[in-house]
T-cell receptor, first 114, second 109 residues
Framework: DTAVSQTPKYLVTQMGNDKSIKCEQNLGHDTMYWYKQDSKKFLKIMFS???????INETVPNRFSPKSPDKAHLNLHINSLELGDSAVYFC?????????????FGEGSRLTVL | DAKTTQPNSMESNEEEPVHLPCNHSTISGTDYIHWYRQLPSQGPEYVIH???SNVNNRMASLAIAEDRKSSTLILHRATLRDAAVYYC??????????FGQGTRLTINP
């Protein structure tokens, strides 16, 4: 049973298109995140949601819109894709109450914009 | 968030201990020290974290200096599967882990 699962794992699309990446966690955690890892391998936090409420938004362009329909899901929708959006996007989850210091990451979704 | 400094790369041999250093000289008294690793083509994986005392778990040990300005992740007996990028992170709470460049660990057979 995968703890944090993302779909799709690979996504190739043209500039200007709109695409979504879905994330689900079955750990019962109350907080979920999106991270972006660019070609230089730097991991940067984009968003964090706690109990479906946005708590971190790291100056990400508003073409990126996260949506959390419930605590177990955090989807990432990207409008008008640009070449610079090509990266690996990681979803993660944690339990903030009773903090254990551990984030669980998904396997990543590799987005390639042509 | 306290900035952390790690060597870009390290190399070790299989079945030998590995000591991965991290400097966090601007750490505050309530900042936890976290270690994550990222194996090739995978998401980051939690390794260990601590505040003041040394910590042990099934994956590794974390030795924290008395002044908390540095720490060392210890892999007691490295295997080829331990080859990864190791990130040392200092943060208050789990809301915002800020990853640095990390140390790329190579294990020689």
């Amino acid at each position: 049973d995968t703890a944090v699962s993302q779909t799709p794992k690979y996504l190739v699309t043209q500039m200007g298109n709109d695409k979504s990446i879905k994330c689900e966690q079955n750990l019962g955690h109350d907080t979920m995140y999106w991270y972006k890892q660019d070609s230089k391998k730097f991991l940067k936090i984009m968003f964090s949601y706690n109990n479906k409420e946005l708590i971190i938004n790291e100056t990400v362009p508003n073409r990126f819109s996260p949506k959390s329909p419930d605590k177990a899901h955090l989807n990432l929708h990207i409008n008008s894709l640009e070449l610079g959006d090509s990266a690996v996007y990681f979803c993660a989850s944690s339990q903030l109450s009773g903090y254990t210091g551990e984030l669980f990451f998904g396997e990543g979704s590799r987005l390639t914009v042509l | 968030d306290a900035k952390t400094t790690q060597p870009n790369s390290m190399e070790s041999n299989e079945e030998e201990p590995v000591h991965l250093p991290c400097n966090h000289s601007t750490i505050s008294g309530t900042d936890y020290i976290h270690w994550y690793r990222q194996l090739p083509s995978q998401g980051p994986e939690y390794v260990i974290h601590g505040l003041t005392s040394n910590v042990n778990n099934r994956m590794a040990s974390l030795a924290i200096a008395e002044d908390r300005k540095s720490s060392t992740l210890i892999l007691h007996r490295a295997t080829l599967r331990d080859a990864a990028v190791y990130y040392c992170i200092s943060i208050q709470g789990a809301q915002k882990l800020v990853f640095g460049q990390g140390t790329r660990l190579t294990i020689n057979p």
